[in-house]
Structures are given as C-alpha cells and as structure tokens.
C-alpha cells in the first residue's frame, strides 16, 4: 500500500466519521411550504387527499391533465362537476370553466388567489382581512352545525369581502380580533353554480391527519350533485420520471451518492498533479564516418597501396581548397601557390613542397613510398588547419 493511498483512506475515513455524527445528531426538518402536490407526505401537501379523493367524491372523479381550455375544446360533456383545488390557471381556462358552469355544470373552486374579471363575474371579491394565528372554519348550515375544522398553521386570512346579495353564504371563517368573514359561499350562474371557498389549508395532509376534519371536508362536497367530476390541477401528481428519484427519496441513499461524488472530487483533486513520465535515455547517433575512414585507411595500410591513398589525399585537399578557400585547383603553378599561400599564411616553402607531393600522388607512374604519405598528409593538415 503506497502513502498516497493511505493518505485517500485516512481522508475517507475522517468524511464517512463526520458524516455518521451529522447523521445521527440530525433533527428532522419539517417542510411547511405550502406546496399543494399531491404526491407530498408534507404538512401542506395533497397526499392524504389525492388517496381519499374518490371516497369522497363516491368513486365518480376523474383527474384531467389538460388545462380546461384545451380540454373542452376538444370534448363536448354534458353538465357535469368541476373541481379546481389551488391551481394557477390561465383566463382562458376560467372563461371555459364560466362557460360550462352556465350551460348547467357546477364548479368546485377552492382557491386563495382568483383572477378579479373572474370573481368580479361572478359575484364576489377576495381579500386578507385577519392575520391571527389561528382560524376556524365553520359552515352555517345548521344541519352542520358540528362540523367544523381549526387552522390552526399558517392561515392564509383571506375571506369574500364584497358579495352579490343573490350570493348564499354556506361557511364562515371565525378570527379571534376580527369580524367572521365569509369563507364558503355558492353563486348562482347560468343553469349551474360555483361553489367557491376561500381557503384550501382544510384539504393537506397536516388536517386530514385528524378524523374530525375530515367530517368537514365531506359536508363541504356534500353541496356538489351526485354526477361525474372532473379535477383540473396543474400540480404533477405522477413520480418523477428522473433515473435519480428513488436515491433522492431515501436519506441514506442520497447521503452515500453525495459521499460517493465528493469522494471522486477529492481523488480527482489529488491526482490532478502532473505525473512526470520516465524518460527514456537514447543514446546519440554515432558518427559511423570515421570508422568507415579508419577502415578504409587500414585497408589501403594493409595492401600497402601508399600511392592509392596519397592520391585520394590529395583529392580532399584541392575539393576543401575550392569550397573554402574559393580558389581554382585546375592548374598546380606559381600563381596558385601564392593565392594558397596568401589566404593560409603559411610559408611558401611548405606550399611548394605540399604542391610537389600533390603532383606526384596525381602522377600515375610516380614511385611512392610510405614516408611521401606521411609527409604530404602532415603537410596537407598543417595548411588547413
């Protein structure tokens, strides 16, 4: 085991211990957003509701994924009843609501926040007219008279402010330091009705929790007629689609996939250093020309052919003086002594007799002998050097 893995398992170590103290010492937190889906076990969710859905509504709702307007544009239902619980629709959709409500529909409408053309049609205003801490909504029917159900969380205080006097009041909203305020009310429109009802707190799962709401809840439906209804929401009640859903909805499970990513981050960060490949040594190029002069020269050595070897001499010597010395090599005579011997700085008795052994390497027929080789190659070296 290298240092540096023991250093990841050290720090791992330290993450998973903090992360188990955290864990334990946790104390759950309650989400009291008021979030109305139906497919959240919180406080102010629909879960409890969207499960008791059709024993309320005796096994005849059905749920409409379409908004209203795109929905009755391409169906043609017979009078029916329409429930709307907290949704934010568009003024076309409550148009169409408006228009099947007075061809002889009813319209279940429990919503804090209706678009004003649309309540001023109707027959009623909506405002805040108490900010106590506790509500209680009661209905005035006297064959209701028990029922009732405490808001006792987060009331939202808004009530029907300016009603038609045509307008039934069937609940009231009971505040402590405030005058009660309409909070159920049925209007009459066309052939049909709206049943509108101010606060939607009644129907989460915080007050369903208790049997007696739900009593309330029953005698609030209880005013819609014995038909078919059907519930527009804009709120997803489906599970998300989202490959991560199940992990995300278990705590252990989340906490171990961001342990998990985290942990990849650390040994990302850690190895980021750039790793120095070894290089490899590779040896120079070796300069084979001189061994390939060297075993020219012992070969020429060996068969004693002094004169081959003066000549070729001489041939790398005039080739030298033409390249560098930009001097003409077609004729050896005086004047190419002196060019020689101006242009080297050597004596003129070395030129002469380096050019008499140049001549007789160039001769053919010429005797030679080992020391005319040694003699002319020292002679040769020594002038360009």
Same mark, same amino acid.
């Given at each position: ?103 002889? &529909? ?14 001023? &049609? ?39 402010t300016f009603i038609k006097p045509e307008i039934e009041i069937l609940g009231k909203i009971i505040s402590e ?59 997803? &009640? ?108 050597? &004596? ?38």
């Open positions: 085991m290298n240092k540096t893995f023991k250093i990841y398992a050290v720090i791992f170590a330290i993450i998973l211990a903090v992360i188990a103290l955290l864990e334990i010492n946790k104390k759950e937190v309650t989400d009291w957003r008021k979030n109305f889906e139906t497919s959240r076990k919180s406080p102010f969710g629909l879960y409890i509701f969207d499960h008791e859905a059709k024993f309320l509504f005796k096994d005849k709702l059905r749920k409409i994924s379409e908004n209203p307007y795109d929905y009755y544009e391409n169906s043609d239902e017979k009078p029916h009843n329409i429930f709307v619980l907290e949704s934010e629709l568009d003024y076309e959709s409550w148009t169409k609501i408006m228009d099947e409500v007075t061809k002889g &529909s009813d319209a279940m409408i429990i919503n804090q926040h209706i678009p004003k053309d649309i309540s001023d &049609s109707i027959g009623f205003y909506t405002s805040n007219f108490s900010y106590s801490e506790s509500n209680v909504l009661k209905l005035t029917d006297k064959k209701f008279s028990n029922s009732f159900v405490k808001i006792d969380k987060f009331p939202g205080g808004r009530g029907f330091g405030s005058e009660d305020q309409a909070g159920f009310i049925k209007a009459k429109f066309g052939k049909g009705h709206f049943y509108v009802h101010s606060e939607p707190l009644f129907l989460t799962n915080y007050y369903l929790m208790k049997r007696e709401n739900v009593h309330y809840a029953q005698d609030v439906f209880s005013y819609l007629p014995d038909r078919e209804t059907l519930w527009f929401s804009d709120k997803k &009640s489906e599970k998300s689609q989202f490959f991560m859903r199940f992990i995300f909805s278990n705590p252990a499970l989340k906490y171990a996939w961001w342990l998990l990513l985290g942990g990849m981050l650390l040994f990302i960060f850690f190895n980021a250093k750039r790793k120095q490949r070894i290089v490899p040594v590779i040896d120079p190029l070796k300069n084979s020309s001189v061994d390939f002069v060297k075993s020219i020269g012992n070969l020429y050595m060996q068969e004693g052919d002094f004169h081959e070897m003066m000549a070729k001499k001489a041939q790398y010597f005039l080739h030298k003086v033409r390249i560098d010395l930009l001097i003409d090599t077609q004729n050896l005579d005086d004047e190419f002594a002196k060019k020689l011997q101006l242009k080297t700085g050597r &004596s003129e008795d070395k030129i002469n007799e380096a050019i008499i052994l140049i001549r007789k390497a160039q001769d053919p027929y010429a005797s030679v002998m080992k020391e005319d080789l040694l003699r002319m190659n020292e002679l040769l070296d020594e002038i360009l050097k």
